[in-house]
């Protein structure tokens, strides 16, 4: 069993400092605080007696991490928790990890060393230290949005699968075949759920296989962008595109613009989650919207059933189609015959290689 002397020497510090960081104490600096959590992570260290019964007393505070702050998903979501935290009498400390595995790591870390109840959380994806040592501490946890592989903890997130096949309806109701699939990284949850609904199932709804429309970013606009303009260098020209979540789409917009001009107006766009401006485009961008404040309720929620010895169980949020669009499309000619620009490109180039 992993011992307060074994955080302390793998830390670096006196058995005192360790002591005085897991109880809970205010006389230790930042970094000796950082270093016995990141040490009492990484060993699953879970603390007894005294210590633990200080640290775990209620405060009727709750921790929210949310992935991007700038999403306007998650903005809403953390709206809605806070919210929902407030009527049943919490308060919610609220951090922004930036889509950025570390800065997650350092803010568990730094949630750690806080009494709180219970936590929220909106994750990276990936294997944390950080986070098993909050699972393996008996931290009451949920997730929202995103699930984390090998983990039990309660997860509430949107139905991924069920708003990829209103797309694809959506996209053989008007006649497209050339479409391009701008994803999110395959790392999160989110992103490999919605590019594995896609792409499993695209050609049955008469849609282009071809790997040369699908490339990905990391949910954030400017990889949107850059995810497109690689799409575009390829020599495709798209009738539609699939952008897996309103920043990505807003990126894939601008560069449609950008590299287009004038012929952008003949792309039509679709988002996986809907942006107010959405309506205000020209075209104007067809979405699945996700029920982000229903997510954020029912998260704090699943939360407070954990913190009070109650079971919480995982739940899929159902999605509408927001259809933005006019009349269909008889056809849906490509704006230009695409060039295959980038056929000497080597296997390692390729969107559907080993990243």
Not at 45 to 53: D, K, L, V
Not at 149 to 164: K, L, M, Q
Not at 340 to 352: E, H, L
Request: hydrophobic share 45%; proline share 6%; with cysteine.
């Amino acid at each position: 069993m992993v011992t307060i002397k074994d955080v302390a020497a793998r830390a670096g510090v006196s058995l005192g400092t360790a002591s005085r960081v897991l109880s809970g104490g205010a006389h230790t600096s930042a970094d000796s605080r950082s270093r016995v959590l990141a040490a009492a992570a990484e060993l699953n260290y879970i603390a007894h007696g005294p210590a633990r019964s200080l640290r775990r007393a209620k405060t009727d505070v709750l921790g929210l991490l949310v992935s991007d702050i700038r999403n306007p998903f998650f903005s809403e979501l953390a709206h809605a928790a806070e919210r929902e935290a407030r009527r049943l009498g919490y308060t919610v400390l609220l951090a922004n990890s930036d889509e950025d595995a570390a800065q997650e790591a350092a803010l568990l870390r730094a949630f750690a060393s806080q009494r709180i109840d219970g936590f929220l959380l909106a994750p990276q994806g990936g294997d944390s230290s950080a986070l098993r040592g909050l699972l393996g501490g008996g931290m009451p946890l949920v997730c929202v949005d995103r699930t984390v592989r090998g983990s039990e903890a309660p997860t509430i997130a949107p139905d991924n699968a069920g708003g990829v096949a209103l797309v694809l309806e959506w996209l053989r109701g008007r006649g497209h075949r050339e479409v391009a699939f701008v994803g999110g990284p395959a790392t999160i949850s989110t992103g490999a759920e919605r590019r594995d609904a896609y792409l499993s199932r695209r050609a049955e709804h008469g849609i282009s296989t071809d790997p040369a429309l699908v490339d990905e970013g990391d949910f954030q606009a400017d990889s949107g962008a850059a995810a497109m303009r690689r799409i575009l260098g390829r020599g495709m020209r798209p009738t539609a595109v699939f952008g897996a979540d309103g920043l990505m789409t807003l990126g894939a917009v601008r560069a449609l613009r950008a590299e287009l001009g004038d012929a952008a107006r003949g792309v039509e766009l679709v988002s996986f989650d809907d942006l107010d401006w959405f309506a205000l485009t020209d075209p104007p961008v067809s979405a699945v919207r996700t029920d982000a404040s229903t997510i954020g309720r029912l998260g704090i929620a699943a939360l407070v059933d954990l913190i009070n010895g109650r079971a919480a169980v995982s739940q899929r949020v159902p999605s509408a189609f927001i259809d933005r669009a006019g009349p269909a499309r008889a056809t849906a000619p490509p704006l230009s015959p695409p060039t295959r620009r980038g056929r000497g490109r080597t296997p390692a180039s390729r969107p559907d290689a080993p990243r």
